[in-house]
Nanobody
Framework: QVQLVESGGGLVQPGGSLRLSCAAS????????IGWFRQAPGKEREGVSC????????GYADSVKGRFTISRDDAKNTVYLQMNSLKPEESAIYYC?????????????WGKGTPVTVSS
């Protein structure tokens, strides 16, 4: 069964850090681009970051550049999102999603998300 499972979310104070993980099962991550997205209550889902398959090219939303880092460990079939200097407005459900090849285009399948709350 093809599955993506996010973990690592939780409660963190403003300015704090979290590392999210996206573990793939039922398929090999090597050929897939993985994106991270987030959706806050009452807001539309937005793309946060993406890492492509072959060349591991990365991309970030302007709002997170310099603070978030996406990486992948294909041997562990896992992609990570290191989030630093978190802000309260970044509280949301964070999802990972996969598609073959590059980060351009519609994602093929999604995880169920992990909640992140940034609050003092």
């Amino acid at each position: 069964q093809v599955q993506l499972v996010e973990s690592g979310g939780g409660l963190v104070q403003p300015g704090g850090s979290l590392r999210l993980s996206c573990a793939a099962s039922g398929f090999t991550l090597d050929y897939y681009a993985i994106g991270w997205f987030r959706q806050a209550p009452g807001k539309e889902r937005e793309g946060v970051s993406c890492i492509s398959s072959s060349d591991h090219k990365t991309g970030y939303a302007d709002s997170v550049k310099g603070r978030f880092t996406i990486s992948r460990d294909d041997a562990k079939n896992t992609v990570y999102l290191q989030m630093n200097s978190l802000k309260p407005e970044e509280s949301a459900i964070y999802y990972c999603a996969a598609r073959l090849g590059s980060c351009q285009g519609r994602m093929d399948f999604w995880g169920k998300g992990t909640p992140v709350t940034v609050s003092s």
